[in-house]
């Protein structure tokens, strides 16, 4: 459902990839392998429809991501190297609003229950910014909670700052989505596997 | 608009507006500023009346326009920096309404306290009664200009370094209109003058700005982004 066509990135005079070509179906997970600086994030950038493709194809069930538009989008979550949190606000308010913008509407109990069920009962009205690197990465990774329902989940670097016991957590999450039908296309230099049927990609 | 759109659109208009009531600290500072700079001129110029009644128009909207400049700093450079405008961007809705909702959040924290406040500076300058009435009209069409047209240039400038001076260069010669009609229509009024002419002027502007300055700030983003 998701197929690049000989696609390319370049970055000032740097070619980060050249013709490079995948697909992933329907209930299978891609992870993106390659040394920092090898092309992960924009290559994600790309699928995310974030950065234009200057050159080759992604399509989504066989429509160019640009045809597709905003249908894409709404069929997307993409969490980024960056937790799209507002360090003023809490992490109720930001799920709540930022799912909104989102187009997902939930009401202030699921939300509490949702960080409650992560762990975060504790710091659910403290602005974000007194939250510890790994427990705003949590509240981040909150909002795939409530996306079971849009098909692809695009993560860079989701593990990052994780505890263990997170990392069991989330990654039996992207599992459950997997075996649900989803896609899940991410990124990680952490030693995780997922419990589902993987491909792999390596950026050399 | 459909229902998806206008949740979003009040979603992210709500979440700045809430932003900003946090950090009311910072609309504050920018109404002090204001306030500030059009109290200097009657300190320094002196206390003549006809001189000030001749100052104060342009005095209230330069101070106006340098106010607006300062606040765009924080227009779409924190959600750029925290990965909120990547979210905005994928949020399957329109960008340029989307920018529109966080211009106008932006101008109800930014411009409409300088609106409210002109006529009570005006008073410094000696403006009569209905010279004040229109430096708050003037202000009330002109500011949103501002925010319309800073919004361009804070977004063109995203994640460039020094992106503030370099957004001012670009931004204050394209103020200039706004501040000749706007700061002409006090001057017009204070002398008995016709002034509706200057305020149709000001408000087509304003309707110009609404229709392309969206779609110009909905491209930078994209452009900052990619």
Redesign the interface.
């Known amino acids: 459902m998701l197929e690049a066509n000989e696609i390319s990135c370049v970055r000032g005079n740097r070619k980060l990839f050249r013709h490079l070509s995948f697909g992933v179906g329907e209930g299978t997970a891609l992870r993106i392998h390659g040394a920092n600086g090898a092309g992960k994030t924009s290559l994600l950038r790309m699928i995310a429809g974030l950065s234009p493709i200057e050159e080759g194809r992604i399509a989504w069930f066989g429509k160019a991501l640009a045809e597709a538009g905003d249908d894409y989008s709404r069929q997307l979550v993409f969490v980024g190297h960056a937790n799209a949190l507002k360090a003023y606000l809490s992490p109720c308010e930001n799920l709540r609003l930022g799912l909104k913008v989102q187009g997902v509407v939930v009401s202030d109990n699921a939300v509490r229950e949702v960080l409650e069920d992560e762990g975060l009962a504790s710091v659910a009205d403290m602005p974000v910014q007194r939250l510890s690197a790994g427990q705003q990465r949590r509240v981040a990774l909150a909002r795939t909670r409530f996306a079971a329902s849009r098909k692809l989940w695009v993560l860079d670097e989701p593990f990052s700052s994780l505890d263990d016991e997170a990392i069991g957590r989330f990654s039996a999450r992207l599992a459950q989505h997997v075996a649900g039908g989803g896609v899940v296309v991410y990124t990680t230099h952490q030693n995780v596997t997922i419990d589902a049927p993987s491909n792999f990609l390596e950026l050399a | 608009m459909n229902a998806?759109l206008r949740?979003?659109v009040?979603?992210?208009t709500?979440?700045d507006l809430?932003?900003a009531f946090?950090?009311r600290t910072d609309v504050l500072t920018l109404v002090f500023f204001f306030v500030i700079v059009v109290s200097l001129f009657p300190l320094g110029v002196g206390a003549d009346p006809t001189l000030l009644r001749a100052l104060g128009p342009g005095v209230i909207w330069v101070a106006a326009l340098l106010a607006s400049m300062l606040a765009l700093g924080r227009l779409f450079a924190?959600d750029f920096?925290?990965?909120?405008l990547?979210?905005?961007?994928?949020?399957?809705?329109?960008l340029p309404l989307?920018a529109l909702a966080k211009v106008f959040a932006h101008w109800i924290t930014t411009g409409l306290p300088l609106v409210l406040l002109s006529p009570l500076l005006g008073l410094e300058f000696g403006l009569d009664a209905a010279a004040l009435w229109v430096l708050a009209a003037s202000l009330a069409i002109g500011t949103p200009v501002l925010s319309l047209i800073g919004a361009i240039g804070a977004a063109l400038t995203l994640g460039v370094r020094g992106g503030g001076a370099l957004t001012a260069l670009l931004v204050l010669p394209l103020y200039v209109p706004a501040l000749i009609f706007g700061a002409g229509a006090v001057a017009a009024a204070g002398q008995g003058l016709q002034f509706g002419g200057h305020l149709s002027v000001l408000g087509a502007m304003l309707f110009a700005a609404l229709a392309l300055a969206p779609w110009a700030i909905s491209a930078a983003i994209r452009i900052a982004?990619?």
């Open positions: 998806g949740q979003t009040a979603a992210v709500f979440r809430l932003l946090r950090l924190d920096a925290d990965g909120t990547e979210q905005l961007v994928l949020a399957g809705e329109p989307l982004l990619e």
